[in-house]
């Protein structure tokens, strides 16, 4: 029973006295004092991130000499304040004699909801590092990258390249075929690539230089060209002809068989 | 060669020798032009004639087809041509009440559509269907066309403004594509001089100046039936396995070269044998050789293949691949 007489003594006493205004945090709230003597004024080492602001509205004097302050405070942090924290009297010094000037602060957001009014943290387009880092950094690959490439390449010695196996003179394709015809059966396509070979042979040895189809039409009409040409022409196309012997097609193809190489390129 | 075989590749020499000598009563030249002509009549092909205007591409025709005593029509193709104005269309008749039809110029033997880049894409298809099925259809009935039934297509390839260019599915009907030239000089002059022997033509107590048209020999050496008969004798001339290795070889290069965006059909190669096989008649052979196929491997493949963009870009001709190609078949 002791105990809580002590409590409620406790309670009553004026550091935990009710608040004589509430306002919400940010938001101006309003509280009136009176004194008998002095002027207020707000604490003027006090800057714009402290969590209470207060300023003297408005000053009356009553009929009664006492004079009363209309004070405007704004707190950015819930809680309970004392004004007497944040005021002065007008030559400075404290006014901690007085009474206490309780006024609450709330908030309606979550106790887990950020508190901070203003912004506090690092704007994202802050980079890590600092802008003019980073845009250094950009500028050195943006200068050095075609630079390693441009000196790679002009540093770079060229792989020696294997040219390609030139094609097979017309000799070199005439050869094994007419070795071919004189020991077998030539198949049909090699029938008919001996026989063409053979056109474009003669074409090359007397230098025709009109198209195919006209130097064609004159080979069949000439001298030593026409008769292996028509001969060849009998074999593979005439059904009525009768068909050579090996001795024969070897007979006709033996001048064939002994090209110098790179002598019809 | 067997009697029968020798007789029919005389008869080609003779009956080709016949028509050529008949045209150059009328016309100059044009020697390939007349042979390839009649690779199309003896093969039923159809030919398709690129040359500028001016080089008798119509008098050719029609000389031709006189020598032969075939039917002969024209069309000039036009912008505002209709298909019922090639294959014909049902009209009323207005003294029975009902209706009857009226068959159109496509109904006859030798047909020369001239200009055909110059009609629309539906009267080409029109024409084109004639072509390739030999029937037409003209209200509810489907005719028949005459036979011999051949067109021969020109096109000039200078002026393109305002024509179809026709696509490659239809160029694909045609069997040959012969592009002309100019006269030689000592040709063009022998035209300049029959041209000065030409007379009056009169008419009643008035006249107008005679034409070439006019000039064409109306005898007629041969006629359907003799076509007929060398039909049926190119039909008995031999391809052998060599040269329809050939000929295969060559559309199926065409399609892998690197500088062909699009390749030869089969029908390509069937074209190419068909065509040589007359050629060979033509010759008074009784069968095909490279020569034939190597001269008219231009007028049968050229139109057939498309470049690519960078082988026109860079110059290329198809003509210069052609001869690749051919090159390439050894």
């Known amino acids: 029973m002791m105990m809580l007489q002590i409590l409620v003594m406790l309670l009553a006493m004026p550091g935990s006295a009710e608040p004589l205004a509430e306002a919400t945090r940010g938001i101006t709230g309003t509280v009136t004092i009176e004194l008998d003597r002095g002027m207020l004024r707000g604490r003027p080492d006090l800057d714009l991130d402290s969590p209470m602001l207060v300023r003297v509205a408005s000053i009356r004097t009553g009929p009664d000499g006492r004079t009363s302050f209309d004070l405007e405070f704004i707190g950015t942090h819930p809680g309970l304040y004392d004004l007497r924290d944040v005021l002065v009297f007008a030559d400075g010094t404290s006014i901690e004699e007085l009474d206490p000037i309780p006024v609450q602060v709330f908030s309606h957001l979550g106790t887990d909801a950020a508190s901070d009014l203003a912004m506090t943290g690092s704007p994202p387009s802050n980079l890590h590092g600092g802008y003019l880092f980073w845009l250094i950094v950009l500028a050195v690959l943006w200068l050095g990258i075609p630079i390693v490439l441009i000196s790679r390449r002009l540093l770079h010695t060229p792989a020696v390249v294997v040219p390609p196996p030139p094609p097979p003179t017309l000799a070199q394709q005439l050869e094994p075929l007419v070795e071919a015809a004189a020991n077998r059966n030539l198949s049909v396509p090699e029938q008919a690539r001996l026989e063409l070979l053979l056109y474009w042979h003669w074409q090359e040895q007397l230098g025709l230089e009109e198209p195919r189809p006209e130097a064609v039409a004159r080979l069949r009409r000439h001298e030593d060209a026409g008769h292996l040409l028509r001969t060849i022409e009998s074999w593979l196309h005439d059904p009525q002809a009768s068909p050579p012997s090996k001795d024969d097609i070897s007979t006709l193809l033996r001048p064939y068989r002994e090209i110098p190489a790179g002598a019809l390129s | ?330």
């Not at chain 2, 090639?86 to 496509?106: M, N, Q, W, Y």
């Not at chain 2, 020109?154 to 045609?174: C, I, K, S, Y």
């Not at chain 2, 068909?274 to 033509?282: G, N, P």
Request: one cysteine or more; aromatic letters at 4%; a negative charge.
């Open chain 2, 1 to 330: 060669m067997t009697d029968s075989i020798a007789k029919a590749a005389g008869a080609g020499t003779t009956f080709a020798g016949t028509v050529r000598e008949t045209v150059a009563r009328t016309v100059v030249g044009q020697e390939v032009v007349v042979e390839r002509i009649l690779i199309a009549l003896l093969t039923g092909g159809h030919l398709l004639l690129e040359g500028v205007p001016g080089i008798a591409k119509t008098l050719l025709v029609q000389t031709v087809g006189r020598a032969i005593d075939l039917e002969f029509k024209r069309i000039q193709f036009t912008i505002d041509l209709l298909p019922s104005d090639v294959v014909g269309s049902e009209i009323l008749d207005s003294a029975t009440g009902s209706f009857r039809i009226h068959k159109g110029p496509i109904f006859t033997n030798l047909l020369l559509a001239d200009e055909i880049n110059r009609a629309s894409p539906k009267v080409q298809s029109a024409l084109l269907e004639g072509m390739q099925e030999r029937k037409v259809s003209i209200g509810d009935t489907t005719h028949e066309l005459p036979a011999p039934f051949l067109v021969i297509a020109t096109q000039n390839p200078v002026e393109q403004a305002g024509t179809f260019e026709l696509p490659e599915a239809q160029l694909d009907r045609f069997m040959m594509r012969h592009q002309l030239s100019y006269p030689t000089q000592e040709q063009e002059t022998e035209v300049v001089r029959r041209g000065l022997e030409l007379k009056l033509k009169r008419q009643g107590e008035g006249a107008v100046p005679m034409t070439a048209f006019d000039a064409i020999d109306d005898s007629s050496p041969f006629h359907v039936r003799d076509l007929t008969a060398a039909m049926e004798s190119v039909l008995q001339v031999h391809v052998s396995d060599v040269f329809m290795r050939d000929c295969v070889e060559l559309a199926t290069l065409t399609r892998s070269h690197p500088d062909i965006e699009l390749g030869c059909s089969p029908r390509a190669a069937i074209s190419l044998v068909q065509a040589s096989r007359a050629r060979a008649f033509i010759h008074g052979r009784d069968y095909a050789i490279p020569e034939d196929f190597l001269a008219l491997a231009e007028d049968v493949v050229l139109h057939r293949m498309r470049l690519t963009y960078e082988a026109l870009a860079q110059g290329r001709r198809g003509e210069d691949v052609l001869a690749e190609i051919l090159t390439a078949l050894a």
